[in-house]
């Protein structure tokens, strides 16, 4: 129901469904780089390069105070192998450095953490962080020839432990040490795992059976698998076990 009302207002980078029946109140907060950046419209965000305000969090994370459950996810946006980091606050950020991918990642998710230790209730709350999804866009990882990608695929890889070449583990394991190093200072933020999952569904995605914001050009349609959406996922199926897993977990109280 969220996502499909986040598609309706896409612009917004708030969006918040009331579900009466239970008294459940569900928010989404775009943020996709966690702390400011210039990714940070929901629509118009493309950009040559990726440019990271990395002290200033405060303007997305006063929306994160005082919620039963919060639920992290970044990762799709440091595709980029580098980008610019500022330093300051936003309206004074005067110095800056490129850095790799996996230093950005690794400084934003340390004011993450420091922010979410001092201002977060965890007697009440119940925080999480899914990990990395699959992105099956070279087709060569499962066999197929040429530019392949997920375009025109109905069934999942069979193959046990199978891992496209785009997931970046490394990328996962600053994550995990990030929420280690948490847990060690008496915060405990569980990663949701979801990675192995989807691996394995090359068929899952939403390629070119999708909502567009721009015309296509003739030369794409010409070529439909190099505008088709293999990083996105489809509703059924593998978000639904997400939530079914996420469910389970809120139910026990995991702490």
Not at 105 to 130: C, D, G
Not at 168 to 176: A, N, Q, T
Not at 237 to 252: A, K, Q, S
Request: one cysteine or more; hydrophobic letters at 35%.
């Amino acid at each position: 129901m969220s996502l499909f009302l986040f598609f309706v207002a896409f612009g917004n980078t708030y969006i918040n469904t009331n579900i009466q029946e239970y008294d459940v109140s569900i928010d989404f907060y775009w943020a996709p780089l966690l702390v400011e950046s210039n990714a940070d419209h929901p629509s118009k965000h493309k950009r040559n390069e990726r440019v990271i305000h990395v002290q200033s969090i405060e303007n997305h994370a006063k929306n994160w105070v005082n919620a039963d459950v919060l639920v992290f996810n970044s990762y799709l946006w440091w595709g980029t192998p580098t980008m610019k980091i500022l330093y300051g606050s936003i309206e004074d950020s005067k110095r800056s450095n490129i850095v790799s991918n996996h230093r950005g990642y690794r400084m934003v998710l340390k004011i993450w953490s420091n922010w979410l230790r001092i201002h977060i209730n965890h007697t009440r709350t119940q925080s999480y962080f899914m990990t990395m999804t699959a992105t099956h866009q070279r087709g060569v990882d499962w066999g197929k020839e040429g530019s392949a990608n997920c375009l025109n695929e109905t069934e999942p890889v069979m193959k046990d432990g199978f891992w496209e070449s785009g997931s970046d583990l490394k990328m996962m394991r600053i994550l995990e040490s990030s929420l280690n190093k948490l847990k060690q200072k008496g915060v405990n933020v569980h990663m949701m795992n979801i990675t192995q999952l989807t691996q394995y569904r090359k068929d899952a995605h939403p390629s070119i059976h999708r909502l567009f914001y721009s015309t296509l050009k003739a030369k794409q349609l010409s070529n439909p698998s190099c505008y088709a959406d293999c990083t996105h996922w489809c509703l059924p199926g593998v978000p639904d076990t997400w939530n079914e897993l996420l469910l389970t977990y809120i139910l026990r109280g995991v702490k």
